[in-house]
């Protein structure tokens, strides 16, 4: 069975850091691109920062210059760096992957369950 499992979120103060990690497991042929989404309620679901199998980045215009995703091929893991955080940023950061099983000919979209972020003095 493919999941993905995140962890690292928690509570920081304002001007903090954090460091999220997501690592795809089971039987899978290959990763393609890995991402980071937020949810914070009463809002939608948005992109934060996607880095593809070849190192390509693109982020959010609201955490350029202060959010950094890399990814560990050789795990199938995932990480987005946060530095000076803002309680704008409190959110649900869930993980997302375009991966093919072992199983499959094809790529599907895979969702982690979610890793709470919160921003608060």
């Known amino acids: 069975q493919v999941q993905l499992v995140e962890s690292g979120g928690g509570l920081v103060q304002p001007g903090g850091s954090l460091r999220l990690s997501c690592a795809a497991s089971?039987?899978?042929?290959?990763?393609?691109?890995m991402g980071w989404y937020r949810q914070a309620p009463g809002k939608q679901r948005d992109l934060v920062a996607i880095?593809?199998?070849?190192?390509?980045?693109n982020y959010a215009d609201s955490v350029k210059g202060r959010f950094t995703i890399s990814r560990d091929n050789a795990k199938n893991t995932v990480y987005l760096q946060m530095n000076s955080l803002k309680p704008e940023d409190t959110a649900v950061y869930i993980c997302?992957?375009?991966?093919?099983?072992?199983?499959?000919?094809?790529?599907?979209?895979?969702w982690g369950q979610g890793t709470q972020v919160t921003v608060s003095s």
């Open positions: 997302n992957a375009i991966l093919r099983p072992s199983i499959s000919q094809f790529s599907y979209y895979y």
């Open positions: 089971g039987s899978i042929f290959s990763v393609n691109r």
């Open positions: 880095i593809t199998d070849d190192g390509t980045t």
